[in-house]
């Protein structure tokens, strides 16, 4: 990442913030390439930065703006400023100083279930695409049964409970219903939300879609319960499918290799996730847990 923006860049920040930006401090952290500071104006004010990197960045931050752009809520940070071009430049609110999850309380669990009970509930803005397209991406178990080897590498279960699993682990994942009505953010984890006081705010639009509500709290889970969290179950119980369709998505993406704009942390977090996500799924389904069959560690 960039450590100082390119002069056409902080021009038209500097247009955006209506004042001169004095400092720009880098922002760690985000799996993609896009740059990311937090700005301070000559009067004080500070705003998130967020500007495209390549192709693929620059169209995952038009996509952010097709919400930022359409809605006004408590769960969104304040839209400060956009511009499209060459880069597209996004500027939010400045969040550097609310609390990033984890730790969790209970109390904090509610009120991201909340909160994603009033995203569901909001109009969705014209042209996003239904959840439905992303099945291809999700259904990972017929990808896996297809080459086991990448994620059998990760050891978290024998060749032969995956060979005695995957008929149902692929059948289940396939009958996961993803239609609805209700806006879904498809990437809810605590790197992507924080609190403001008592406020939710859920920031990284970029696979926001429609369809199921209850997806968006089956993919959160994983990394809820992999923080210290409570289990999948006991905040979704009886969602089989569901559970299928995320440990899949897991098991198919954590054993692949880290390469182009996918990095290596990524792969990891992926991982901790499939922790917690394959066996909510052989519980869910009634399957034996996962064994290891004598593999290391």
């Known amino acids: 990442m960039t ?20 400092t720009w401090t880098p922002v760690a952290g985000g799996y993609t390439a896009a740059s990311r500071w937090i700005v301070t104006g000559a009067d004080g004010s500070t705003a998130f930065v967020k500007a495209g990197a390549n192709p693929n960045t620059a169209e995952w931050l038009r996509a952010e703006w ?19 071009g060459d880069p597209p430049v996004l500027m939010l609110e400045d969040l550097s100083r609310a609390h990033w999850p984890p730790p969790w309380t209970r109390t904090q669990v509610d009120g991201v279930l909340a909160a994603l009970a009033a995203v569901a509930r909001t109009a ?24 086991p080897m990448p994620f059998l590498t990760l050891g978290l279960c024998s060749a032969a409970w995956l060979d005695s699993a995957l008929p149902t682990l692929v059948a ?36 926001a879609c429609q369809g199921n509500a209850r997806l968006d709290i089956a993919a959160w889970l994983p990394s809820l319960a992999a923080e210290g ?12 499918a569901l559970a299928a369709l995320m440990s899949g998505f897991f098991a198919y993406h954590a054993g692949l ?25 052989a519980r869910a389904l009634g399957l034996a847990a996962p064994d290891r069959n004598g593999l290391p560690g």
């Open 3 to 22: 450590h100082l923006p390119t002069p056409a860049i902080a021009d038209r920040v500097a247009r955006l913030l209506h004042t001169v930006p004095v």
């Open 66 to 84: 097709r919400i930022y752009g359409a809605i006004t809520a408590d769960w969104l940070p304040a839209l400060r400023g956009w511009e499209d």
């Open 124 to 147: 969705v803005p014209e042209g996003l695409p239904p959840a439905e397209s992303q099945r291809d991406d999700l259904a990972g178990w017929v990808k896996v049964a297809q080459d």
């Open 172 to 207: 289940a994942s396939a009958a996961a219903d993803l239609r609805g009505e209700s806006l879904l953010h498809l990437d809810v984890r605590s790197d992507n939300l924080c609190f403001v006081g008592q406020r939710v705010v859920l920031v990284d639009w970029n696979w």
């Open 229 to 240: 969290g409570p289990l999948p179950d006991e905040i979704l119980p009886g969602e089989p």
């Open 257 to 281: 290799a880290a390469e182009g704009e996918v990095s290596p942390r990524l792969r990891a977090l992926q991982l901790v996730q499939l922790r917690m996500a394959l066996p909510w799924a």
